[in-house]
């Protein structure tokens, strides 16, 4: 179920809006960091891998994302 998608952590709100026809949330599903300045996207994977708006920001994979976020104060305890 987990592995079947890409994580990125962008800036948020600034989310170019070509994005959204790419990721699997919504405005209003999307998770934002405690402060609302960043967000975790979705990508199934092989979608879109050279979008230029993920230029310079690093992919996770489920793991990697839970690692990254967890026991860090500035997300929610939440389900990726």
Same mark, same amino acid.
């Given at each position: 179920?987990?592995?079947?998608?890409?994580?990125?952590i962008?800036?948020?709100?600034?989310? /170019?809006?070509?994005?959204? %026809?790419?990721?699997?949330? +919504?405005? &209003?599903? #999307?998770?934002?960091?405690?402060? !609302? *300045?960043?967000?975790i996207?979705?990508?199934?994977?092989?979608?879109?891998?050279? /979008?230029?708006?993920?230029? %310079?920001?690093?992919?996770? +994979?489920h &793991?990697? #994302?839970?690692?990254?976020?967890? !026991? *860090?104060?500035?997300?929610?305890?939440?389900?990726?």
């Amino acid at each position: 179920m987990y592995n079947d998608k890409r994580y990125f952590i962008l800036p948020y709100p600034n989310i /170019h809006s070509s994005i959204w %026809g790419l990721i699997v949330e +919504t405005p &209003e599903t #999307i998770r934002t960091n405690l402060q !609302g *300045n960043f967000c975790i996207i979705k990508l199934y994977v092989g979608d879109d891998v050279d /979008h230029p708006i993920l230029n %310079g920001f690093p992919e996770y +994979t489920h &793991e990697e #994302i839970l690692e990254e976020i967890s !026991g *860090n104060l500035d997300w929610e305890n939440e389900e990726v």
